[in-house]
């Protein structure tokens, strides 16, 4: 993959998350700014979604800890414990954020 097929593949995913977001009725805070998406909930819980571009990777960044997730097929799996990401990121909100969020 080169960097202009990471970032397409990024900013779809970026994309989704919003979109997800502003199409249902949890009151989750998104901003995105250069490529770093903060998510920040009713409970002050903030989730960073990041582009490392070298890498070809997306991190997410939880109070709980850091995941990196690279693309496998058609899927952002995390290279550490094997969680894809948006079912990583809508148990996460549920979890920290105590908000539940469909992705």
């Given at each position: 993959?080169?960097?202009?097929?990471?970032?397409?593949?990024?900013?779809?995913?970026?994309?989704?998350?919003?979109?997800?977001?502003?199409?249902?009725?949890?009151?989750?805070?998104?901003?995105?700014?250069?490529?770093?998406?903060?998510?920040t909930?009713?409970?002050?819980?903030?989730?960073?979604?990041?582009?490392?571009?070298?890498?070809?990777?997306?991190?997410?960044?939880?109070?709980?800890?850091?995941?990196?997730?690279?693309?496998?097929?058609?899927?952002?799996?995390?290279?550490?414990?094997g969680?894809e990401?948006?079912?990583?990121?809508?148990?996460?909100?549920?979890?920290q954020?105590?908000?539940p969020?469909?992705?």
């Amino acid at each position: 993959m080169n960097d202009s097929e990471f970032h397409a593949l990024a900013d779809a995913i970026y994309l989704h998350i919003e979109e997800s977001i502003d199409n249902s009725d949890v009151d989750i805070d998104c901003e995105t700014i250069g490529g770093v998406m903060t998510l920040t909930f009713d409970n002050n819980i903030k989730f960073v979604i990041n582009r490392q571009e070298p890498l070809h990777q997306i991190w997410l960044a939880t109070r709980e800890n850091g995941h990196h997730f690279a693309l496998q097929g058609d899927k952002w799996i995390d290279n550490r414990q094997g969680h894809e990401l948006l079912n990583w990121l809508s148990l996460q909100a549920e979890r920290q954020g105590e908000t539940p969020l469909v992705l």
